[in-house]
């Protein structure tokens, strides 16, 4: 089980930390990466970390300006997003999966077996 916090409101510029906490040791041993959506579009990948937090992957969309971050002994994965842009507002979700980490299989969100709920973020210009 994936429960993501820490979504909300935010001006434009500004910055928001999402967390994901995970169940039964997931964190320890899946690739655990973040997507977004929007109403009308397709889910859209936006970074993604391997099990041991030593590689990590992102889209040109946001990268630069967000980070993807695990900490393995509190099965919690984050999303440091700075210099947001009303772009960006969209329900973001947590997902993890088991497999090769290779740069075409992550940013696949077939890739991965298990999905949050996901928070809403707003950001206001």
């Known amino acids: 089980q994936l429960v993501e916090s820490g979504g909300g409101l935010v001006q434009a510029g500004g910055s928001l930390r999402l967390s994901c906490a995970a169940s039964?040791?997931?964190?320890?041993?899946?690739?655990m990466a973040w997507f977004r959506q929007v109403p009308g579009k397709e889910r859209e990948f936006l970074g993604v970390i391997d099990w041991s937090g030593g590689r990590t992957y992102y889209s040109d969309s946001v990268k630069g300006r967000f980070t993807v971050s695990r900490d393995n002994a509190e099965n919690t994965v984050y999303l440091q997003m700075n210099s947001l842009r009303p772009e960006d507002t969209a329900v973001y979700s947590c997902?993890?999966?088991?497999?090769?980490?290779?740069?075409?299989?992550?940013?696949?969100?077939?890739?991965?077996?298990?999905w949050g709920q996901g928070p809403q973020v707003t950001v206001s210009s």
């Open positions: 997902a993890a999966g088991r497999f090769v980490f290779e740069t075409e299989l992550v940013v696949r969100a077939t890739e991965y077996a298990y």
């Open positions: 039964g040791g997931m964190v320890n041993t899946y690739t």
